[in-house]
């Protein structure tokens, strides 16, 4: 019945939105920082734990649509052990993918994240899939205010 | 006159299309509706044939234009039975009516430690213009509680009313929740208190039949864009006396009598609250829809509307991990809802995917997501051209959802 969604809603963004990877608090977090898109109602909170600039340790909170709990659920696996530098060069990379300017992104080279592609096709949701990932970025920039992608 | 919807819908050209390869199932329509083909036509025929500047040519095109203009202002008073043509004031939309009612009336009479008495259950509009009132004049915004049905707590509301309350302002029917409010006790024991009653119509207007006299309200607002009119137009009706005593909201042509450096005399009702060209198509489609409306009848849509809510409450109600938000025992045609599994933003873009149309969010009503801790609900919301087959195709999209997302 929903066929044509299948580029949007991969069996992973299914896996992911059942069951969240790394969904906890994290007390002893170096950085904290809300993401909230009001006008959707998605909400999380990041926590990372950064040791001499590589991220030991990523986790959230929060509610949202599947698209935004699968993609930071995904974020958080694929950031830990990343330096500071990589994460935001995957930020960069994620931020081209979805938003579709850069046609020739090996998509390769995002590994799993491959799977959230397909929400360019879809402009009203690019912004739940970018949500965790300006959230990660404020939190890489040391920056305390809650982050919208709206 | 019976009541035939394939007879309904085929006045509704945008029906009539396949979205994304299936036929379209437009259930968006507390955020607008669709236009029947004598709306279109109407704006066609102005653009064609009438239309020039209204009250100020002396030529036969601005003559035209200004009878139709004019025209659709008596066919407003008469849908919702105003004593007179004054009292009716052509604006943008339902929100730019509160602003006006607040910037005029509220500025001119409401002062610091004055209070103004909503409802938890409001729309935004009818919140924020009185909350920048309230700001610019010291006077205290008070919001009557309402329960987890989405109903008014009543007597909590009338128990608020005290000496100093200058405006009640409360939505006729709930954009969020679908919840009707007892407006008559709530104008009755107001009036008592000769405090004065806004009813937001924004929803009430398109499924019921509405008589401001009847009512006793003080002022009536409501948008031509969910009333199967263009966007762009809506409504301001204020009592004449009231009216009269109010400043003029905006300066300009068309609401002044005489202008000179020194002074200004302003145009007489309701004019002095029509500055600079209004949306005159817009306002001949206006009339163009109440025609339509008026001929098959407002007590024969609230009937067939009611059969539609009832239809789908009781189909919503078989699906288990479905909670409907918003169960007052008086209630227009809206079912707003959350699932378990499903975030409602999936749930929007999972249904438009077969073709079916409703909203996905806040419904710009974010106190009362707050109030059901919900972060969003979808929403159906019927209009009278909608059917019990499209109801079933919405019922089984969602119950496939739900599988698909386990």
């Known amino acids: ?150 | 006159m019976s009541f035939d919807v394939t007879k309904i819908r085929a006045d509704f050209p945008i029906l009539d299309q396949q979205i994304r390869g299936k036929p379209l199932v437009y259930l968006d329509n507390a955020a607008t509706c669709q236009k029947p083909q004598a709306v279109i036509d109407s704006i066609v025929q102005v653009y064609s044939c009438d239309y020039a500047n209204v009250h100020r040519g002396v030529h036969a095109l601005s003559e035209r234009s200004t009878a139709a203009y004019e025209g659709a202002r008596e066919k407003v008073r008469q849908f919702i039975n105003a004593r007179s043509d004054k009292e009716i004031v052509f604006v943008r939309g339902t929100t730019e009516a509160i602003n006006l009612v607040a910037q005029s009336f509220g500025k001119a009479k409401i002062k610091q430690g004055d209070e103004i008495l909503i409802t938890a259950m409001e729309h935004h509009s009818n919140i924020v213009p009185w909350q920048m009132l309230c700001a610019q004049t010291g006077a205290v915004l008070k919001v009557a509680p309402i329960n987890l049905q989405g109903e008014l707590l009543l007597d909590d509301m009338l128990a608020m009313l005290n000496d100093r309350t200058r405006l009640v302002a409360v939505v006729h029917m709930s954009n969020a929740l679908g919840s009707i409010n007892p407006v008559a006790k709530i104008i009755a024991a107001a009036h008592a208190r000769s405090i004065p009653v806004l009813l937001d119509g924004a929803q009430a207007v398109p499924h019921m039949p509405v008589d401001v006299q009847g009512l006793d309200c003080d002022f009536y607002v409501f948008s031509g864009h969910k009333l199967y009119a263009p966007s762009g137009v809506g409504v301001l009706y204020g009592k004449e006396a009231l009216l009269e005593a109010m400043p003029p909201y905006q300066g300009g042509g068309d609401m002044i009598r005489k202008v000179t450096f020194e002074a200004t005399e302003y145009n007489v009702l309701p004019y002095k609250f029509e500055a600079g060209t209004p949306n005159i198509a817009g306002v001949i489609g206006l009339g163009a829809a109440l025609d339509y409306l008026s001929a098959i009848g407002m007590q024969n849509i609230a009937a067939y509307e009611a059969e539609l809510l009832s239809y789908a409450t009781q189909q919503a109600s078989k699906i288990e991990s479905l909670r409907i938000i918003g169960e007052a025992r008086q209630k227009g045609a809206i079912l707003s809802f959350v699932l378990q599994t499903v975030h409602p933003h999936d749930i929007g873009t999972m249904l438009d995917s077969i073709g079916i149309a409703i909203r996905a969010g806040h419904h710009c009503a974010m106190p009362v997501m707050d109030f059901f801790q919900v972060p969003a609900t979808a929403r159906a919301s019927f209009a009278m051209y909608n059917t019990q087959q499209e109801i079933d195709v919405l019922m089984q999209g969602i119950a496939q959802l739900i599988e698909v997302f386990g």
Request: with cysteine; net charge negative; aromatic share 8%.
């Open chain 1, 1 to 150: 019945m929903f066929d044509d969604l299948r580029d949007l809603y991969q069996e992973v963004i299914f896996d992911h939105n059942r069951n969240p990877r790394n969904f906890r608090v994290m007390p002893d977090a170096d950085r904290k920082v809300e993401g909230f898109n009001p006008l959707c109602g998605d909400r999380l909170t990041l926590f990372l734990k950064i040791t001499e600039g590589v991220i030991q340790d990523a986790s959230f909170q929060g509610s949202g649509c599947a698209i935004s709990t699968a993609s930071v659920s995904l974020m958080t696996e694929i950031v830990k052990g990343k330096t500071e530098q990589e994460a935001n060069q995957l930020f960069e990379m994620f931020h081209a993918m979805t938003t579709g300017k850069e046609d020739a992104i090996n998509l390769e080279s995002v590994g799993k994240l491959a799977v959230l592609a397909g929400v360019r096709d879809y402009p009203a949701r690019v912004k739940c899939a970018t949500l965790a990932w300006h959230t990660l970025e404020a939190a890489l920039k040391n920056e305390q205010q809650s982050v919208s992608t709206e």
